[in-house]
């Protein structure tokens, strides 16, 4: 865009530009599959998803209440949440044991919401809603549409606002069918029900700050844009990327298809390499990284092992998330980004191999030596190995900016 149109640079609506707004709410419509047209009424823009959890949270609780959010979770949100109105984290636990009633490690079930809602009433905390991140982060889970039906049910039981965070919407691969909240016929609690998404992750854009708030409540709508105005988006971005969202040929020929089968193929690179060393990985069809298990490598099981285990990391040059900064139950677990070269995944790989090979030679009355571990795809409900094939893996380039 060579030339700026002088509106552009003039004071815009708080709650977005109109053209932008209605853009968004066609494209949502289609690519979230949504059970009616979306309003774009209905539609505020702001700076980013971060912008959107702490003015709402705000608006939704007052200070010293709490908000039920299962853990591992994208820890970024508590210091958003407690921006404005120091709105705490109730936290409801889940691990990776598998129990009978249970498919898979760390595993939401409703019980589980259940148990956390009757823990925070005994500790004298108000709890007034519930957030769920679907795709999720760290794990990569995708909820299926009865899980999220039992959690839209379970919050309308107790009057409780949900706000579905689904910013990794278009990153999913694996012939996987992801269910939008949007997508859903007659919400239990449409009023209470509302719906996030931006374009930092599935089009790698997280430095022009741009988030989506979709909420039916006109009262919440009301309130969200008084404080929309200290966190606006440039009218030119705007204008901007509203001609993007209108290529749908663009999207759904080229962009999508080439940014999901590059996802994939960093995803295997990264989920081999961990395999080949001794690091089972949790099975995941969504997202930008990959939840590993390093356990075995901590000198004790203690989140104190699992820092110390990080900081090595990063000596070796190797910027993996600790499970601490996810509120993970357990120590040990880290997160990996592969939204990146293919070169910079097998360098990732050879440095953590390195490194793990160090630690395994330190005494220590926990460890095993990596040849004995190696985990068993077949066995090992964490473990997963890709072992499709990958074209010209070597050329890939950074497709989304983390």
Request: charged share 25%; proline share 6%.
């Amino acid at each position: 865009m060579n030339y700026v149109e002088p509106d552009l640079l003039q004071y815009s609506d708080t709650q977005g530009i109109k053209s932008f707004r209605e853009e968004i709410a066609k494209f949502l419509t289609e690519y979230a599959r949504a059970s009616e047209a979306l309003n774009p009424e209905h539609i505020i823009v702001m700076s980013g998803c971060c912008a959107i959890f702490a003015t709402l949270s705000t608006v939704l609780c007052d200070p010293g209440d709490g908000y039920l959010i299962p853990t591992p979770y994208y820890g970024g949100i508590n210091s958003k949440t407690q921006l404005y109105g120091e709105i705490q984290p109730v936290h409801v636990p889940l691990f990776s044991e598998v129990t009978d009633e249970e498919s898979h490690p760390f595993q939401l079930r409703v019980e589980k919401l259940e148990a956390a809602l009757q823990r925070a009433k005994e500790q004298g905390i108000r709890v007034r809603a519930l957030i769920l991140i679907n795709p999720h982060n760290p794990l990569g889970d995708i909820y299926p549409a009865q899980l999220l039906k039992e959690c839209l049910e379970f919050a309308h039981r107790y009057e409780l606002h949900v706000i579905m965070d689904e910013i990794y919407m278009l990153s999913v691969y694996d012939d996987i069918t992801f269910t939008s909240v949007l997508s859903l016929d007659c919400l239990p609690d449409p009023e209470r029900t509302h719906f996030m998404w931006g374009f930092s992750k599935d089009f790698g854009m997280s430095g022009l700050r741009v988030g989506v708030l979709y909420t039916r409540s006109h009262e919440i709508r009301k309130a969200v844009n008084q404080l929309a105005v200290f966190h606006g988006c440039p009218g030119p971005v705007q204008y901007v990327l509203s001609q993007f969202l209108s290529d749908r040929d663009w999207l759904d020929n080229v962009f999508l298809p080439t940014n999901k089968k590059r996802l994939k193929e960093a995803q295997n690179i990264l989920v081999d390499g961990l395999s080949e060393i001794g690091v089972p990985v949790l099975k995941s069809s969504g997202g930008l990284y990959v939840w590993a298990d390093f356990r075995k490598f901590l000198k004790t099981q203690t989140f104190e092992a699992e820092m110390e285990l990080w900081w090595k990391l990063l000596h070796e040059k190797l910027l993996i998330s600790p499970g601490k900064a996810f509120c993970c139950s357990e120590p040990g677990w880290f997160r990996l980004v592969f939204s990146d070269s293919a070169d910079k995944m097998y360098l990732c790989i050879q440095r953590l191999e390195r490194m793990l090979r160090a630690e395994i030679t330190e005494p220590a009355a926990n460890k095993t030596s990596v040849e004995d571990e190696l985990p068993n795809s077949e066995n090992d409900p964490i473990a997963t190995h890709a072992n499709t094939p990958i074209d010209e893996v070597s050329h890939l380039k950074k497709i989304v900016v983390y």
